[in-house]
Nanobody, 124 residues
Framework: VQLQASGGGSVQPGGSLRLSCAASGITVNGYAIAWFRQAPGKEREGVSCISTSDGSTYYADSVKGRFTISRDNARNTMNLRMNRLKPEDTAVYYC??????????????????WGQGTLVTVSS
C-alpha cells in the first residue's frame, strides 16, 4: 500500500490550495480516510475524515466551513480543498487510511497507512 500526497505549497492568507492523495494497493472507497496535519513544535492533529460506513464527514473546529474533504473513486484519490487559508494552517499535511473499522477517528494511532506529507505554508 502506498499513499502519495501532493498539492502543498506557499500561499498568502485568504488563498486556497487543493491537496490530493493518490492511493495504490488499496481502494479509498473501502475505508475511512482522513487528513491530519502537524505544525512545527506541535502534535499531529486530525483535520478531516470521511467514514466509509455512512459517508459522514468530520472536520476540526478550526477548519470547519473552510476545508472540504472528498474522495474520487474513479481515480482512487482522496482530496482536501482548503479555502480562506490562515497562517495557523501552516503545517505538513498527511493523508491516512484506517483499515480496522469504517468509522472516522481523530486519533492518528488508529490509522494504518500514511502518505509522506506535503507542506502547506500560509504567509504574507
Amino acid at each position: 500500500v502506498q499513499l502519495q500526497a501532493s498539492g502543498g505549497g506557499s500561499v498568502q492568507p485568504g488563498g486556497s490550495l487543493r491537496l490530493s492523495c493518490a492511493a495504490s494497493g488499496i481502494t479509498v472507497n473501502g475505508y475511512a480516510i482522513a487528513w491530519f496535519r502537524q505544525a512545527p513544535g506541535k502534535e499531529r492533529e486530525g483535520v478531516s475524515c470521511i467514514s466509509t460506513s455512512d459517508g459522514s464527514t468530520y472536520y476540526a473546529d478550526s477548519v470547519k466551513g473552510r476545508f472540504t474533504i472528498s474522495r474520487d473513486n474513479a481515480r482512487n484519490t482522496m482530496n482536501l480543498r482548503m479555502n480562506r487559508l490562515k497562517p495557523e494552517d501552516t503545517a505538513v499535511y498527511y493523508c491516512a487510511i484506517k483499515v480496522i473499522s469504517p468509522w472516522c477517528s481523530g486519533n492518528s494511532y488508529e490509522f494504518d497507512y500514511w502518505g509522506q506529507g506535503t507542506l502547506v505554508t500560509v504567509s504574507s
